[in-house]
Antibody, heavy 119, light 110 residues
């Protein structure tokens, strides 16, 4: 079964750092495109970052220079290192596998992990 | 302000049909393929439609997708109370080098 499980969320003060993890099963994270998507409370989906199978990564302007996406083949896990956190980074963070054919799409999604940035 | 524009809400009676629009531009919908996601209350998003109109296995044919120019549409027929959810369109925007989503549409089955 293809599955993603996020962890690492919690309450963190503004300016702090946090690392999210996304453990994959049923497929290999290093041979797939993998993304992080977040959802602020009561708001819509906002894409955060993607890492391609070749290692190239892209970031939303809102997190560029503060967040870093990475992966560990031995643990089959995707990570999101979040530094200089702000109140507006408060959200549920989902990891998702990106598939592609003619276009691209996200499937599956993890259950999400909540990050709360507050003093 | 989302790059893709969706109506905030739509509603219809059980058994009826509803459509949800997603309007973009030539840098996204006009030159790429749209996907649609269903988010039931309190759960993670789930893929409904990919490559504009294709359904993953397990998604009933009550759900359909189409695209014309710089707009896409999700259609749901035979509405059920269990279809009450938020629906999002999404696509890779080649000019932004970023994924963009619509603001989401809340479906109410009256």
């Amino acid at each position: 079964e293809v599955r993603l499980v996020e962890s690492g969320g919690g309450l963190i003060q503004p300016g702090g750092s946090l690392r999210l993890s996304c453990a994959a099963s049923g497929f290999n994270v290093t041979t797939n495109y993998m993304s992080w998507v977040r959802q602020a409370p009561g708001k819509g989906l906002e894409w955060v970052s993607v890492i391609h199978s070749g290692g190239r990564s892209y970031y939303a302007d809102s997190v560029k220079g503060r967040f870093t996406i990475s992966r560990d083949n031995s643990k089959n896990t995707l990570y999101l290192q979040m530094n200089s956190l702000r109140a507006e980074d408060t959200a549920v963070y989902y990891c998702a596998r990106e598939r592609y054919s003619f276009g691209n799409w996200f499937d599956p999604w993890g259950q999400g992990t909540l990050v709360t940035v507050s003093s | 302000q989302s790059v893709l524009t969706q109506p905030p809400s739509v509603s219809a009676a059980p058994g009826q049909k509803v459509t949800i629009s997603c309007s973009g531009s030539s840098s996204n919908i006009g030159n790429n393929y749209v996907s649609w996601y269903q988010q039931l209350p309190g759960t993670a998003p789930k893929l409904l439609i990919y490559d504009n109109y294709k359904r993953p296995s397990g998604i009933p044919d009550r759900f359909s997708g189409s695209k014309s120019g710089t707009s896409a549409t999700l259609g749901i027929t035979g509405l059920q109370t269990g279809d009450e959810a938020d629906y999002y369109c999404g696509i890779w925007d080649s000019s932004l080098s970023a994924w963009v989503f619509g603001g989401g549409t809340k479906l109410t089955v009256l």
